[in-house]
């Protein structure tokens, strides 16, 4: 980089040192696409060089410092201003002075505590990147390099099935059942519905998997719904007695495992909402939230004991958040 065309240019890059060996995973972008990038783990060392090459051989490179840093920021997309850091580690490669030379510059960050999973959402991004910085005078030359992070869970020791009865006074009551209330991202969900009384005609029924990012807090919280999964169940008119089963394969759905509270910046969640049309295209409906995590069950050589270790803590099942819209079935039989 040049000022009015004097001075020197250089192109800088990040490498990885297990570059050729290391895993990659696709991660959405803010556009909506997918690109593949270095994936690592909590607590797994990050390190490399940073490439310095001079477009002009016969000129020096004045700066005032040469610097590396690994950073985990969230940023909400309603105060793009502001970088909530999370992470961040500096090293610096070189003092003040000249750069007669291409040269490469190797930098270590040892078993990096990675907390969160990477995340891209409707109104938030947490992000973890490597950054090199030449400092120049009037104008620092800054290069990054974007990772993805997973966050490993182990199996949840308590994993209860969840039941419930539900329904609307002398028209319809209804006993719903999933095997559990914690699934990894590639399980599958596994349950029942029994009809114990059905007076009014019930036409279709589904199961959708609903997505709700929080973001901000105080007065400036912002609930984003996104449906992800729309299951049919059941399309005609069951009898009382009617027992119907659920199968739902998660693999083929883009989830993330649930989040909640991340650095106090927001919050993702997942709800199973069970959804019934009759033939009046009356709409009923209940939802129940489950926990998303991911499975670690293949472990890079390369990771640390804390990495392959590390897990989430799950907590109980939250209260039932009603979604607001008419017609909701309610616990024991009576109409909200």
Not at 68 to 96: C, M, T
Not at 211 to 231: F, I, M, Q, S
């Amino acid at each position: 980089m040049s000022f009015f065309g004097f001075g020197q240019s250089v192109d800088v890059d990040i490498l990885l040192n297990d570059a050729d060996s290391r895993r990659r995973a696709e991660h959405k972008t803010e556009d909506g696409k997918k690109d593949k990038y270095f994936l690592f783990y909590d607590g797994e060392t990050v390190s490399g060089k940073v490439s310095l090459a001079l477009k002009n051989p016969n000129k020096r490179l004045e700066h005032q410092g040469i610097k590396v840093e690994f950073i985990g920021q969230i940023e909400l997309y309603y105060d793009r201003g502001n970088h909530h850091e999370f992470v961040s580690l500096v090293k610096d490669l070189a003092r003040p002075g000249e750069v007669t030379q291409s040269q490469a510059f190797d930098f270590e960050f040892t078993h990096v505590e990675k907390p969160y999973e990477s995340y891209t959402g409707q109104n938030v991004k947490l992000r973890y990147f490597l950054r090199a910085t030449i400092s120049r005078r009037l104008n620092d030359v800054v290069k990054e390099m974007d990772i993805v992070v997973h966050t490993l869970s182990t199996y949840p020791e308590l994993n209860s099935s969840i039941k419930m009865e539900v329904g609307i006074e002398d028209c319809l009551h209804i006993e719903f059942e999933y095997n559990k209330s914690k699934y990894h991202l590639k399980d599958v969900i596994v349950g029942k519905i029994y009809f114990l009384l059905v007076r009014i005609k019930i036409k279709h029924m589904e199961i959708d998997i609903i997505k709700r990012e929080t973001t901000g807090t105080g007065p400036n919280v912002y609930h984003e719904n996104d449906t992800l999964a729309k299951y049919e169940i059941m399309d005609g008119a069951p009898v009382r007695g009617e027992s119907i089963p659920i199968r739902l394969f998660l693999a083929g759905y883009e989830l993330t495992p649930t989040m909640r509270d991340i650095n106090k910046k927001f919050s993702v969640r997942y709800y199973l909402n069970l959804v019934l049309i009759d033939d009046e295209e009356r709409r009923y409906f209940k939802q129940q939230e489950v926990v998303l995590w991911r499975k670690g069950d293949i472990v890079r050589k390369s990771m640390s004991h804390q990495a392959a270790i590390a897990s989430q803590r799950f907590e109980g099942t939250t209260p039932l958040v009603e979604a607001r819209t008419p017609g909701p079935l309610s616990d024991g039989g009576s109409r909200q």
